[in-house]
């Protein structure tokens, strides 16, 4: 039973560290970020996802803004 224990503590302690996901450290965003305007300007941008659906959703929304 102490050995059943054990094991179900480390694999919740591992699942938790994977489920986590990254964390940022440091983030920059350059100033003059807020000056820029596209609107009727062409604009390249790329989403990439094995998820079909998160994909439409991503295009959808570049093609809003």
């Known amino acids: 039973m102490n050995r059943t224990f054990v094991s179900a503590i480390v694999a ?3 699942a938790s560290s994977v489920l986590a996901g990254p964390k940022f450290i440091a983030v920059w965003k350059s100033p ?5 305007n596209f609107a009727g300007k062409k604009v390249a941008a790329l989403a990439i996802t ?3 659906s998160l ?3 991503a295009e959808e929304a570049l093609t809003r803004n």
């Open 12 to 14: 919740l302690m591992l």
């Open 32 to 36: 003059d970020v807020a000056r820029l």
């Open 50 to 52: 094995d998820d079909q």
């Open 55 to 57: 994909q439409m959703s």
